[in-house]
């Protein structure tokens, strides 16, 4: 389980990161981008369901190749 301060770090984190930005206007990408990185150091297991739902996998393939792409690291 992950601590409720970590989570809101990592929110601060990226909401900081956001607000550093010259445009008013940020693309879904981008956060989505933001956060995957961020859950991929945090919690592996929370960055795949992220992953699987953002990244919209089309089948079980996609899937095993991002499994593989973490357990190689």
Do not use: C, H
Request: proline residues 3%; glycine residues 6%; positive net charge.
């Amino acid at each position: 389980p992950v601590k409720t301060k970590r989570i809101e770090a990592i929110v601060e984190e990226i909401e900081g990161n956001l607000r550093g930005r010259d445009s008013v206007e940020v693309p879904s990408q981008v956060i989505g981008g933001l956060v995957m990185r961020k859950l991929k150091k945090l919690d592996k297991v929370a960055y795949l369901r992220f992953a699987s739902v953002y990244r919209s996998f089309a089948d079980l393939d996609d899937f095993e190749k991002e499994l593989e792409s973490l357990v190689k690291k």
